[in-house]
């Protein structure tokens, strides 16, 4: 080759080598595939708390918080755990004086990093999620203890006089 | 209106369960003293109830939700059986909704149980008025039923607005529960209608019920 040609060659070499890079001061945007966890806040009659501060506590250190954030309008919040970290994390999530804490269990993380559906995992780890009928009965089960209990008192009366 | 669980320092919940417990013994003994104690257990166990499942009446009203509280209506209507009354009622709403919960319990029953008492006995005033004794049940009751409410909700402001933890947006957080209190204004303007509407019906139909 004579040195001619090496001279193109050399100049040539990085627009065939990377053909992006000749693209200066361009943006750039990546992505990641993660598993994040999502939680969603709503009142107990079903409304969500759009808007809600939510404080996430990492099972390393539970007294400060990891992430701290709001819900959005339809009351919910992702955030991926830090998969290095093993153990439960607690959540707060509060708005005018109301909201709840749960503690998602550390075998909820490593179904959402495996893949698998985790929603059943975390409906089971906070006891208030009910449905209409089941609140419904848990009502009318409630009610008639405190029917049966009058009843039981009426009675009594009745009998001694 | 309920404080879960930990939403407030231990030494609060000790304090809450501390002020329940004597309330309660207070009441009981009073009770006790009755000719009757069991006569009246009927009717409270029916009220508790309602007072039971009023917590799961909704009323939308942003950027909260209220729930029915009836702790006047309560009060006015049981006397001294009330505290306990409420301390039942809200042990099941604890355990089987979650509203509230068991480490604030006494400071619950506390915020909502010692206003019924005072609303029992701002009722009773009048048993002192003779002239135009319908117009001042329907006023006494009006206003037993939202007091009472609305001193619950400023025991709970002041508990929340102190025992906001420092994880949050402190001010954020005050400004939404201070703005809550125009919610609870209108509820206790609610609560106040019904018990009046509540104690003129029994007025009419049964008013050996109204006698303290």
Not at chain 1, 8 to 16: M, N, Q, R
Not at chain 1, 77 to 96: I, L, M, T, Y
Request: charged share 10%.
């Amino acid at each position: 080759m004579t040195k001619r040609n090496w001279l193109i060659l050399i100049v040539l070499l990085p627009i065939l080598g990377n053909g992006k890079q000749v693209l200066a001061h361009g943006a750039q945007i990546g992505y990641s595939r993660t598993q994040a966890l999502e939680i969603q806040a709503t009142y107990d009659d079903g409304t969500p708390m759009s808007n809600a501060q939510v404080v996430i506590y990492a099972p390393n250190d539970p007294s400060r918080p990891w992430l701290t954030g709001t819900t959005n309008q339809a009351g919910k919040f992702a955030f991926v755990p830090d998969s290095e970290q093993s153990g439960n994390w607690d959540v707060k999530v509060r708005q005018a004086g109301h909201g709840k804490i749960i503690t998602i269990p550390e075998n909820a993380i490593l179904a959402s990093e495996t893949e698998t559906n985790n929603s059943q995992e975390l409906a089971s780890s906070n006891n208030a999620i009910y449905n209409p009928v089941q609140k419904i009965v848990m009502a009318a089960v409630g009610i008639w203890g405190f029917i049966g209990t009058a009843l039981f008192f009426s009675r009594k009366k009745t009998q001694q006089q | 209106m309920h404080i879960p669980d930990g939403f407030i320092p231990p030494s609060l919940c000790i304090a809450g369960y501390a002020l329940t417990g004597g309330v309660t013994w207070y009441c009981l003994r009073k009770i006790n003293r009755t000719t009757n104690p069991t006569e009246q257990i009927p009717k409270a166990s029916l009220l508790t109830a309602a007072f039971f499942v009023a917590s799961l009446i909704h009323i939308p009203l942003p950027p909260s939700s209220l729930h029915l509280v009836l702790n006047g209506m309560m009060g006015t209507l049981l006397g001294y059986y009330a505290f306990p009354a409420i301390l039942i009622g809200l042990f099941f709403q604890a355990v089987m909704f979650q509203h509230g919960g068991l480490s604030t319990l006494g400071v619950n029953a506390a915020m909502m149980g010692i206003p019924a008492l005072l609303a029992y006995h701002l009722f009773q005033l009048r048993n002192r008025i003779n002239h135009k004794k319908q117009l001042w049940t329907r006023i006494l009751a009006a206003l037993a039923g939202a007091v009472s409410l609305g001193l619950s909700a400023l025991i709970f402001v002041v508990i929340t607005i102190t025992n906001i933890s420092q994880d949050l947006n402190v001010q954020t957080e005050k400004n939404l529960i201070l703005f809550s209190l125009v919610g609870y204004l209108i509820q206790a303007l609610l609560e106040g209608i019904f018990t009046m509407m509540l104690v003129v019906f029994l007025d009419k139909v049964k008013p050996e019920i109204l006698k303290g």
